[in-house]
């Protein structure tokens, strides 16, 4: 039976298929392009996944991709297994003013530092180092946001990010994982509180308005692979990985310069660049907003 | 040479992207290699850098591309069959058909009869893993670091309670029962037991016990605070003398330590007399202040090792240098130094074991040279940068600073190679001291990865009219799967000299050093 279910789960109906068995996770493919993880720790949470540990103990569950699995609202069968979620613990995935009210500068200049020393090179943490040799990704994505930081247009801001979609190396694209970060960036200074940091952001036009033109986004989700898709519309309704979630409340609860440290030591440990990509992004856009 | 690879409905993870890349990169003869997925942006983006053509241009999203530029058709080709092999091998199920267990109840589900759980997640977290594990009765080892002192204390409390070891954090090195854990050689079992607050000093006397024909019962590791803070108090030290105390198969016992602190070391030492058992005391960096009854003190580590060989024979050490040795230093000494230009003259200590870099300061330190480093605390005695060598400077390449979200330098090399040749263009760097460490979790050829660095920054030395002076010791036995015979004659066919030890390795370079003295004078102090 599952600890927890992600709240996006029991939304689904309709029928999908096992793409990749991992030693950690089960990735189904729902009908509408949308990822559904089933995983063994919480950590790995996400608004679409099922935290199910029983599916990865002894013995092994026996799920190949291209089996058929279908969701039916609190239920999902999956070849001889049924998942019920009735009265089971969910899990939203949105981050409270609580996990952010710590938040000020010198914290997004802390977790910087610890970012550049503790990131992993390969995907897009050069734009905060200012580039990186031989990593043609890179290269475009700083051509894309050049600008970007001063650039008075909306418009012009968004369609830079807009444009990183779907850029990188990586099942999940590093301008995905960027892209995500910066929206998580963006929902923790909506919560921030009237704090210093939070009357200079006011006066700030936000990075990724929260208007019509947010639509550029949504238009390149479906540009990207289906990994890079879920996480985007997942990030494009205010919800984001747990590990991502989890290193924000670190960050902004911390004591000191050790524990910032040690939460981003854990966060760039997820995917290849991906933790590093999303704090990036996160990094990038606070830095220019607060 | 182009050659491209679709891969339809592809789902990789990403780390496995990332490495495939890695591998294709590393081929001979391949110039540029990318694996991405066939989004948008990556396929306009690999049009223009002229490395999509055909099929790839109609991918999709959730294709995968493969796309290389290579020197030569054959190198293409080669590049190809490895990008399959290696999918072939992930869609086969490399890596991810066995299970993995990812929590500390999933890894007791298929080892129920484990009595010692190894930690090594970050420090954040590692304590709740530990509290988990002493719960549930296990002995535990903390590979991790960055775990607050105050938890070490408790979690440490905890064990002693429940009759538990609770070795670390940041604790690489422990031999139990003949089973290594972590970095750690295969040695000969024996009569002599260790308890140790440090890694690589751990295997270093290990090692030198196996050389000299002595054989190790248990080596407990307790991490590097236990001896030095006072709010631990050598908790697990102490708890480790009472182990080997009680364990038949420990006839002499040896503590190898930083300098401890004072109240702690008088506590160790009282537990040492305790056991009626012949013991050896070592603590780095202090000088040996008359043995003590049963207690031996030792000035170093290769001593710490004889003389604990020497009690398990029951027979006495002399504390003596051999004059023969003495004279071959003397004389390799004279060489290294033949064809140094007059600018040559300042030692440089790339170290990637801490506790190593740690003696050969302090024999630098006693022979009177200043020597300035990354991890020593002393006003005056620290490099204002750690990435810049300046006077007489000893590194130790695993300290944090260079290890965040890297690999040790025992398990890569690369930051290591990369130091060597900075140190190499300085023109006063005369000689450079080294140590290797071999053994389980090491990388598998650390002096091959060496030699090449080391003969270019040679070339380079002499290029401009000098030569360049290289010592190294190597930590590990001929029973690691490394082989430290084979490891040497790599290190001496690049023209380094190799020495038993790491004392022994510090001395020569000591030797060295005196030669080039009236030089040096100008970098003894800052």
Known sequence: ?290 | MKKILVRKNAYYDSVFLMLATKVLKQRPGIREAVVAMGTEVNLALLKEIGLLSGEAESAMPNDLIIAMEAETGDAAEEGCRTAEEILKKKSHGGGEGEYRPVSLEGALSICPEANLVVISVPGLYAAREARKALNRGLHVMIFSDHVPVEEEVELKEMALQRGLLMMGPDCGTAILNGKPLCFANVVRRGPIGLVAASGSGLQEVCCCIDRMGGGISQAIGTGGRDLQDLRVGGRMTLMGIEALKQDPATRVIVVLSKPPAEEVAAAVLSKLKETGKPCVAHFLGRKPSGDLGSIWFSGNMEEAAATAVALSKGEQYQRKRSSLLEAEMEKAADHEVKHMTPEQRYVRGIFSGGTLATEAMALFEEEGFGILSNVRKEPGRVLQSPHRSEGHAIVDMGDDVFTLGRPHPMIDSSLREERIAVEAADPETALVLLDVVLGYGAHEDPCGALAESLSRAKAQVAGRGGYLSVIASITGTEKDFQNKAEQKKKLEAAGCLVMPSNHQASLLAVHVMRRLGSRAHSGLSR
Not at chain 1, 41 to 61: D, G, I
Not at chain 1, 137 to 158: E, Y
């Open chain 1, 1 to 290: 039976m599952p600890t927890l279910v992600g709240e996006g789960v029991p939304r689904l109906t309709g029928w999908g298929e096992v793409v990749s068995c991992f030693s950690r996770a089960v990735n189904a493919r729902h009908s509408q392009g949308l990822l559904v993880s089933f995983v063994e720790e919480t950590r790995a949470m996400t608004y679409l996944s099922v935290c199910l540990p029983a599916l990865f103990q002894k013995p092994r569950h026996g799920l190949v991709p291209g089996n058929q699995v279908r969701f039916d609202g609190h239920r999902v069968i999956m070849e001889d297994f049924v998942v019920d979620f009735l009265g089971r613990p969910t899990w939203q995935g949105k981050i409270t003013l609580g996990d952010v009210k710590g938040f000020c500068a010198s914290r997004v200049t802390l977790l910087k530092e610890s970012l550049l020393l503790k990131g992993r090179d390969g995907g897009f943490l050069g734009l905060l180092r200012g580039g990186q040799p031989n990593n043609p990704f890179m290269a475009r994505a700083m051509d894309l946001l050049r600008g970007d930081r001063s650039a008075a247009s909306r418009s012009v801001r968004l369609n830079a990010l807009s444009s990183l979609v779907g850029l990188g190396p990586g099942s999940t694209p590093s301008g995905d994982d960027f892209v995500a970060g910066v929206l998580l960036g963006e929902e923790a200074l909506r919560l921030l509180p009237s704090t210093e940091a939070k009357a200079v952001a006011d006066n700030l036009e936000p990075m990724i308005p929260w208007s019509e033109e947010k639509e550029d986004l949504w238009i390149a989700v479906n540009r990207t692979t289906d990994a890079g898709k879920t996480l985007l519309w997942q990030a494009l309704h205010g919800q984001f990985p747990n590990f991502l979630i989890e290193t924000i409340r670190c960050v902004s609860a911390a004591k000191g310069k050790q524990e910032i440290a040690e939460a981003v030591d854990s966060a760039v440990a997820c995917g290849a660049t991906s933790g590093t990509d999303a704090l990036t992004g996160f990094v990038f856009c606070m830095e220019t907003r607060i």
